[in-house]
């Protein structure tokens, strides 16, 4: 099993940045991690991924040039830096990874799941 703890979301006003932490304990191995959001009413969507090595990344249209995913595998832990955010923005992200090597989009590719941490854009 592998458990994953999110942490660093807030309040922040447009323009502003956060950065995120996922902490993995538990059976990590080589695997790739990933971000996700889910605002009100909608769909839980891809945001960023990272593999084993970081040496590959991969981010939605929607985040590509203001989001960095990065990890340290000596702390076994995975960050999302965030800067000019905006209110579209706002949503809980969720830290997963999966028993992969390759970078995937769909929920459906990663086995476990962080609880979540709430970022919330004012206009």
């Known amino acids: 099993q592998v458990q994953l703890v999110e942490s660093g979301g807030g309040l922040v006003q447009a323009g502003g940045s956060l950065r995120l932490s996922c902490a993995a304990s538990?059976?990590?191995?080589?695997?790739?991690m990933a971000w996700f959001r889910q605002a009100p009413g909608k769909e839980r969507v891809f945001v960023a991924a990272?593999?084993?090595?970081?040496?590959?990344?991969y981010y939605a249209n929607s985040v590509k040039g203001r989001f960095t995913i990065s990890r340290d595998n000596a702390k076994n832990t995975m960050y999302l830096q965030m800067n000019s955010l905006k209110p579209e923005d706002t949503a809980v992200y969720y830290c997963a990874t999966g028993r992969r090597e390759n970078i995937a989009v769909a929920t459906a590719a990663y086995d476990y799941w962080g609880q979540g941490t709430q970022v919330t854009v004012s206009s």
């Open positions: 990272i593999n084993w090595r970081g040496a590959a990344t």
């Open positions: 538990g059976r990590t191995f080589s695997y790739t």
